[in-house]
């Protein structure tokens, strides 16, 4: 059997042209990862910065991570009723005021508190991520607001004691 030039050259030529396709691809994916990466690490510096602004009584960490902004609901698991109180609504101010005061007897948390953060997405201007925390579990909107990663949305609910 015989094949025509015509048929070999176009068959070599796809195949070069396909491949320079795949590499492309590849090299335009590594660069997103490397971009992301340190985008990632943003976003999780700005949600430790919010959990360590609580646990360590530094309210300079919320003004540095939170958006002025800030939409904050949450649920908070009322023990005696058996029942949560839902849509308890703070404000970036009142979160700045909590954090200067929510743990200065150091009777909150401690060094041993869980602060688990779980990125789901991180993109070029919004990410989105959850945090467990000595409180209970709070879900995360960050936007990239003047090239630096800012909470701009939180809802959270405490957890049920266990019996």
């Known amino acids: 059997m015989k094949i025509s030039n015509h048929f070999f050259l176009t068959l070599l030529f796809s195949i070069l042209l396909f491949s320079s396709c795949i590499t492309q691809k590849k090299e335009k994916e590594i660069s997103k990862k490397e971009y992301n990466k340190e985008d990632f690490k943003a976003v999780e510096n700005a949600i430790l910065d919010y959990v360590e602004a609580l646990y360590l009584v530094d309210s300079t960490r919320i003004i540095k991570s939170v958006d002025p902004k800030l939409r904050k609901i949450g649920y908070w698991y009322n023990p005696k009723e058996k029942a949560y109180r839902d849509n308890l609504e703070m404000t970036h101010q009142q979160l700045v005021r909590l954090a200067a005061r929510w743990n200065s007897d150091y009777d909150q948390a401690d060094e041993n508190s869980p602060k688990e953060i779980e990125i789901f997405d991180v993109n070029s201007k919004t990410a989105s991520a959850k945090l467990t925390a000595v409180w209970g579990i709070d879900l995360f ?10 909470i701009v949305n939180v809802i959270w609910q405490s957890q049920p004691d266990e019996e």
């Open 141 to 150: 909107h960050l936007a990239k607001v003047d090239n630096q990663w800012k």
